[in-house]
T-cell receptor, first 114, second 109 residues
Framework: GAGVSQSPSNKVTEKGKDVELRCDPI?????LYWYRQSLGQGLEFLIYFQGNSAPDKSGLPSDRFSAERTGGSVSTLTIQRTQQEDSAVYLC????????????FGPGTRLLVL | AQRVTQPEKLLSVFKGAPVELKCNYS??????LFWYVQYSRQRLQLLLRHISRESIKGFTADLNKGETSFHLKKPFAQEEDSAMYYC???????????FGGGTRLMVKP
């Protein structure tokens, strides 16, 4: 079946602009995660959605970052007033029930802020 | 706070040699640990998890709570094992996966 998909695959933007990154999880997966992978860094947890519960936003680096998950499926990560340090690969993952289960990762969105 | 450390950014071995990718963690609760792998031009994927006590592609990893380690081992490395390997720790609440910085394994012919 189809895996996790993300769009766009690459995004170049100017400093100060807003960007939206999209994630389509595997159908039937109730848990969805966003991570960030900066150059030379490991994967940094950003946010976790589980079913209809309030998301765990503890990993969001600043209030410029926000995420939504509509209808328990598609998720959008929004970065407002982008800064150069936001340049990274943003990965989305989903799992069937929760974080104790295997997380299936998307291909990522490579964001470059000029 | 939980932390995962992979001390080696790059590990280079010859085909057929044993390989050990180190992972140390810091966590006050009961840890649940994973190894994820990313092959060239592929997605990040789960390799193994300590609760399963399984061997995948010849790799094994044993949780050592005394040494707070979860090293990944394979007795005879193959060229197709070349990839980026990430160790990850799940918190007790099961809502946060903390990854290490990753180790790039290069297996030379």
């Amino acid at each position: 079946g189809a895996g996790v998909s993300q769009s766009p695959s690459n995004k170049v933007t100017e400093k100060g602009k807003d960007v939206e990154l999209r994630c389509d999880p595997i159908s039937g997966h109730t848990a969805l995660y966003w991570y960030r992978q900066s150059l030379g860094q490991g994967l940094e947890f950003l946010i976790y959605f589980q079913g209809n519960s309030a998301p765990d936003k503890s990993g969001l680096p600043s209030d410029r970052f926000s995420a939504e998950r509509t209808g328990g499926s598609v998720s959008t990560l929004t970065i407002q007033r982008t800064q150069q340090e936001d340049s990274a690969v943003y990965l989305c993952a989903s799992s069937f029930k929760g974080a104790r289960e295997t997380q299936y990762f998307g291909p990522g969105t490579r964001l470059l802020v000029l | 706070a939980q932390r995962v450390t992979q001390p080696e950014k790059l590990l280079s071995v010859f085909k057929g040699a044993p390989v050990e990718l180190k992972c140390n963690y810091s966590y006050s609760g009961s840890p649940e640990l994973f190894w994820y792998v990313q092959y060239s031009r592929q997605r990040l994927q789960l390799l193994l998890r300590h609760i399963s006590r399984e061997s995948i592609k010849g790799f094994t990893a044993d949780l050592n709570k005394g040494e707070t380690s979860f090293h990944l081992k394979k007795p005879f490395a193959q060229e197709e094992d070349s990839a980026m390997y990430y160790c990850a720790l799940l918190n007790n609440a099961g809502n946060m996966l903390t990854f290490g910085g990753g180790t790039r394994l290069m297996v030379k012919p």
